[in-house]
């Protein structure tokens, strides 16, 4: 019985999942930062690592940067002024007389000394609050600029290798700049302090300097050589970081919540999930000896330089060579320039760490803007009349194959045209070439006889009305997932027309707030709608355009019949205006088309009218008969 049992157990314990798939990173800089990180490098660099900042800071808020600038020279200055009194001040309460006459010859260059601290900390504290004006409105312009770049490439870039892993390289340039300007500030300001101070400390005696600054090279030296570790182990992780911040959104949003759940997805999706997050920790884990290793030498090295400063400082008492009070002065212009210098070599090394970092968004950003479409000033304007292809091929980046493999046809203003075939026959593609979207690699593409190559791809677009198979659901209001990406007219009659186009008034007029209700479950107050409703929301967007050439991917695969017969009979209704392209595997819907094309393997193999194609012993008449057959 037992044993029976624990069979059947046995029997029905899943094996271990296999673990996600090596992933490395592939993209490609023209220049590995990497390969040069090093501290004559920082130093030769920070120059035009601030300048650049400061020029990102200008475009954000010139008046905060001119604060900013103002306040440092103002601390600057302060701090020269205190270490001055202080000295001034040491003398009398280190000389002779009573107490009381030492306190009151120090009085005047006390005051100074109280008066240049609290306006040290005045202008730090307005210095901070003009940071703070500018790195929210720089990180927010940073971040849209990644973010319009990316919705403006050329949609073949997705398909390049490497691209999204350069792309989440690049959102790290954005997350970083929260911390670029405090940092650059951190630095100016601890750079200002050191250089004052340290000119004090020169006055007052000129050994001390060179033994200041050795015993604080070891931790600038340590500093750059972490940020190296730290850029390293970023590096390596890209990839696996990129593919893990995917898998977090596939597996927690609602919209896949229930696959996740009926089909037991949640053991292995955790588990792949801790599989890759263990993996970069391996990384990072892997790298802390050596960041131990860095910081101990840095401190032993810093530590005897220090030792011999204080030293040296002894020596010059004890044998006389420089007075008590200019040696107390000393100790505090000592304590100051080390504080200083440790707060420019940490700020130094975040503000250069920082730098490799936008470095890798800038190239992003350079690489995605030079890929927007720059097709030639020509514009298409409507009615748009004709579309021809030419012997077009299109070959996706990593493929062997074209997935459009010299098509020729020709389309016109009032006609439907219906493609079908099997599944990664090219019907998706060849819409995408339609449209411009991709551009072929051999043929050309006319919309009223002028190539798409030499046309501003806006004005195409602007007369495109698309239904993709796979459609956005908007975390927007029912009036914007109708009419985004259209300009609105005042009233909302037209978008009541889109709504009644596709059969949806009854179930908008029964939201909580009509056209008003935000279409998200997730977020707070939203409502959601089933998938054939989204499916409607997606066609009346394409309807609202009242486009010159409507493209229809599967518009109805998720609807009921009723809907699906309403949106045909729609699409017949409006077709005299313009060019119709219905891309389907259910066969008698390309009934309504004028001309039918087959596709198979980015070829057409068959076309012509559906009766001609039924009777034709062909695969369009296979796929028919196979598809009735139940
Ligand atoms: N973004 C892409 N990157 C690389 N290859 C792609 C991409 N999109 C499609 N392909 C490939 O191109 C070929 C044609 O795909 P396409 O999506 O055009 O087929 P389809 O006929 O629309 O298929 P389906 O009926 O399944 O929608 C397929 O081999 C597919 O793997």
């Known amino acids: 019985m037992t044993s029976a049992a624990s069979r059947e157990e046995r029997d029905i314990t899943p094996p271990p999942p296999p673990p996600p798939a090596e992933i490395t990173y592939s993209g490609q800089y023209s220049v590995n930062p990497l390969a040069e990180v090093s501290f004559r490098r920082m130093c030769g660099q920070l120059p035009a690592v601030l300048n650049r900042i400061a020029r990102l800071a200008w475009r954000t808020d010139r008046r905060a940067v001119q604060l900013l600038l103002v306040c440092q020279a103002v601390a600057g200055i302060s701090a020269a002024v205190l270490l001055t009194a202080t000295a001034r001040a040491m003398k009398p309460v280190l000389g002779d007389g009573s107490a009381d006459d030492r306190l009151q010859g120090a009085v005047p260059a006390l005051l100074v000394v109280t008066l240049a601290a609290a306006l040290g900390r005045g202008t730090a504290a307005v210095a901070a609050y003009a940071e703070r004006r500018i790195t929210p409105r720089l990180t927010t312009e940073t971040d849209s600029s990644l973010v319009e770049v990316v919705c403006r490439v050329e949609a073949s870039a997705y398909a390049e290798e490497g691209f999204s892993d350069r792309h989440e390289a690049a959102e790290m340039g954005v997350m970083r700049s929260h911390v670029m300007v405090a940092d650059a500030q951190r630095f100016l300001s601890a750079l200002i302090r050191m250089v004052t101070a340290g000119g004090v400390l020169s006055v007052l005696n000129p050994l001390m300097l060179p033994l200041l600054l050795l015993a604080v090279l070891p931790a600038g030296v340590g500093a750059v050589l972490t940020a190296r570790v730290d850029y390293e182990i970023h590096y390596a992780n890209v990839a696996d970081r990129n593919v893990r911040g995917m898998m977090r959104w596939w597996a927690t949003t609602s919209k896949y919540g229930d696959e996740v759940r009926a089909n037991s997805m949640a053991d292995y999706l955790v588990f792949w999930y801790r599989a890759l997050s263990d993996r970069c920790d391996r990384r990072t884990l892997a790298a802390a000896p050596r960041t131990l290793r860095i910081a101990l030498l840095s401190a032993l090295a810093g530590g005897v330089f220090l030792v011999a400063t204080w030293s040296a400082l002894a020596w010059l008492v004890v044998s006389g060579r420089i007075e008590l009070a200019v040696a107390a002065t000393a100790v505090i212009a000592v304590q ?251 066969l008698e819907n390309t009934r309504i088309a004028d001309h039918i094309v087959v596709m198979e393997h980015g070829r057409i193999t068959e076309q012509g009218r559906y009766d001609d194609l039924v009777h034709g012993g062909g695969t369009f008449a296979e796929l028919l008969e196979l598809s009735q057959d139940r």
Request: aromatic share 6%; proline share 6%; with cysteine.
């Open 336 to 586: 100051t320039v080390l504080a200083a210098l440790s707060q420019v070599v940490v700020n130094g090394a975040a503000v250069f760490h920082t730098s490799l970092y936008l470095s890798d968004m800038q190239s992003f950003l350079d690489d995605a803007a030079a890929r927007t479409p720059r097709r030639g000033p020509r514009k298409h304007s409507a009615p748009t009349e004709e579309i021809r292809l030419e012997e077009v091929v299109y070959q996706y980046p990593g493929k062997d194959k074209p997935a459009v493999d010299g098509v020729s046809l020709t389309l016109k203003r009032g006609r439907i045209l219906a493609i079908v075939g099997a599944n990664g026959s090219g019907k998706s593609t060849l819409t995408r070439l339609l449209t411009g979207i991709y551009l072929p690699d051999k043929g050309r593409v006319t919309w009223n006889g002028t190539d798409l190559a030499e046309v501003d791809p806006a004005t195409v677009w602007a007369n495109t009305g698309l239904v993709p198979q796979i459609f956005a659901q908007w975390p927007l209001r029912v009036r914007e997932n109708i009419t985004l990406g259209q300009p609105r007219t005042h009233d909302d009659v037209p978008v009541w027309a889109a709504v009644d186009a596709v059969g949806l008034r009854e179930a908008v007029e029964d939201l909580p707030a009509g056209l008003d209700t935000l279409l998200s479950r997730d977020v707070f107050g939203g409502t959601e709608l089933s998938g054939g409703q989204w499916q409607r929301i997606a066609c009346s967007r394409a309807l609202y355009r009242r486009p010159g050439l409507l493209i229809l991917d599967e518009p109805t695969s998720q609807m009921d019949p009723r809907g699906e017969h309403q949106i045909f009979e729609q699409i017949k209704a409006i077709a005299a205006d313009r060019i119709t392209i219905v891309v389907t595997h259910r």
